[in-house]
T-cell receptor, first 117, second 115 residues
Framework: GAVVSQHPSWVICKSGTSVKIECRSL??????MFWYRQFPKQSLMLMAT?????????EQGVEKDKFLINHASLTLSTLTVTSAHPEDSSFYIC?????????????FGEGSWLTVV | DAKTTQPTSMDCAEGRAANLPCNHS???????VYWYRQIHSQGPQYIIH???NNETNEMASLIITEDRKSSTLILPHATLRDTAVYYC????????????????FGKGTKLTVNP
């Protein structure tokens, strides 16, 4: 079964509004979570690394004031797309590192489709 | 940038073994090779990972060359549901430099399993 869950699976919002996407680790504590976005027919692009209790680390070119990341607990990270515009429409995916066993495997959520109209 | 190169696409007959190659010639000694797959409109699914030795689990086998510069993912009996984009990823770990680990995705291999 899924070990990382995202909500909502899809969301439609009006241009100029903000939308929040949640990422939860279901049966483990994740000190580190990652957020990706994916445009159609393209690969996943890492946006930021979310660290529990501290500020997120953003990849070059990703606007931290537009994509707000909060990792307030060991099982929950949220991504808020502020003042969304149609070009922000994309598939957003989170992942979390499961700190057990060999290699500390990283698992991905099911993804969240965002459409800005 | 991704540290791996993979063929853009491959085809495989249903029931046959699918062998997906990956080159990672600049891999460092403490970096793992991870394989994920992504079926359309879903999040990536973990398949397998390895460091030096060959690995096998219920989904696949991973063969890593002795020099660790390349690897092959083997799906022993491909089914139609194995049609997906397969990503080979070298897991970059920046923690020792005070940064954070992360998975950087390349373009992957689109595997099509044909009936």
């Amino acid at each position: 079964g899924a070990v990382v869950s995202q909500h909502p699976s899809w969301v439609i919002c009006k241009s100029g509004t903000s939308v929040k996407i949640e990422c939860r680790s279901l049966d483990f504590q994740a000190t580190t979570m990652f957020w990706y976005r994916q445009f159609p027919k393209q690969s996943l692009m890492l946006m930021a690394t979310s660290n529990e209790g501290s500020k997120a680390t953003y990849e070059q070119g990703v606007e931290k004031d537009k994509f707000l990341i909060n990792h307030a607990s060991l099982t929950l990270s949220t991504l808020t797309v502020t003042s969304a515009h149609p070009e922000d429409s994309s598939f957003y995916i989170c992942s979390a590192r499961r700190p057990t066993g060999y290699g500390n495997t990283i698992y991905f959520g099911e993804g969240s489709w965002l459409t800005v109209v | 940038d991704a540290k791996t190169t993979q063929p853009t696409s491959m085809d495989c007959a249903e029931g046959r073994a699918a062998n997906l190659p990956c080159n990672h010639s600049t891999i460092s000694g403490n970096e793992y090779v991870y394989w994920y797959r992504q079926i359309h409109s879903q999040g990536p699914q973990y398949i397998i990972h390895g460091l030096k030795n060959n690995e096998t689990n219920e989904m696949a086998s991973l063969i890593i060359t002795e020099d660790r510069k390349s690897s092959t993912l083997i799906l022993p009996h491909a089914t139609l549901r194995d049609t997906a984009v397969y990503y080979c990823i070298v897991r970059v770990d920046y923690r020792t430099q005070g940064g954070s680990e992360k998975l950087v995705f390349g373009k992957g291999t689109k595997l099509t399993v044909n009936p």
